[in-house]
């Protein structure tokens, strides 16, 4: 992506703005657009020193077609990052989430298809594979839109993939901060002692969706490989001195989350630090990674069957 012109929708989150400080640092884009709704939050990354010759802040809302298709003019990449994704809101609100979700999802791809972008990259979830919640239901819709509106764009037009990982350390919405906040009356409360999740960090996140651009061809789902880890382990490592209140499973969640399910895993190919979930279409026409492998029969990828685990220590170090 250097010296190519990037749009980054939910460009003031908390993984724009680490997308945003690694591009600037590292890759050196000719331009990056910061497309988000709120000008609170674009004024206030100003203020934070995301000042550069090649940030342009431009207002505006998924849910705007007509805007979306003014600000991709000229653009080369765009990385779509913007969603509702706290799940409760999700759930009171559901016309809300699929205008943002699903609809939003929708006029990214017609503003990107008519002006001629040449990567799309979406920014997916764990919850979108076998969904219990409208989050992850939306999240699923938008993935299925993204990887067949690659059949519209033609053999030379516009590629669309999407990114697919777990929780993220420090982003909206992630536990932890909810732990060092009632660490300090002493008691945590956590939903079950033998849950688990699948766990990276905001900086893993972005360098893995920068490679991920580089790799796409158009319909696969990235997914990194990333370690998994207990609630019960991680409430030891935020807040090792407190006390536990069992709270219970609360509606729409899972007792573990999955990244692979055992359908998509016929499609599945393995690299060293990866999994690619290849289109079970026609359309697919492109060769095999050269560096991956299918993976075995019967094969899923859940946060229960991970062989990769943090343990209290390297989590504590990770939240540093």
Sequence with gaps: ??????????????????????????????????FSRGELKQHE??????????????????????????????????????????VPTCEYNPIEAIETNVRGAENVINAALDAGVKKVLALSTDKAVSPTNLYGATKLCAEK????????SGNTGTRFSCVRYGNVLG?????????????????????????????????QGVRFVIKCVDLMHGGEVFIP????????????????????????IRPGEKLHEMLISEDEGRYSLEMDDMYIIQPAHPWWQIEQYPDAKPVADGFYYSSNNNTKWLSCQ???ELIK
């Design 45 to 86: 990354m100003r203020m934070a020193g995301f000042e550069h010759s090649s940030l342009r802040y431009f207002i505006g809302d998924v849910r705007d077609e007509k805007r979306l298709q003014r600000a991709m003019q000229g653009v080369d990449v765009v990385i779509h990052a913007a969603a509702l994704k706290q």
């Design 314 to 316: 390297e989590m504590a």
């Design 225 to 248: 490989k990333i370690p998994s880890m207990k609630i019960a382990d991680l409430a030891k490592a935020v807040a090792p001195e407190c006390k536990w209140q069992t709270i219970g």
């Design 171 to 203: 982003s909206r919405g992630s536990v932890i901060p909810v732990f060092q906040e009632q660490r300090k009356n002493g008691v945590i409360t956590i939903t079950h002692e033998g849950m688990t999740r699948f766990w990276l960090t905001l900086d």
């Design 1 to 34: 992506m250097k010296d190519k012109t990037i749009l980054v929708t939910g460009g003031t989150g908390s993984f724009g703005k680490k997308f945003i400080e690694i591009m600037l640092k590292d890759v050196h884009p000719k331009k990056l657009i910061i």
């Design 145 to 152: 839109l993204f990887v067949h509106s690659n059949s519209y």
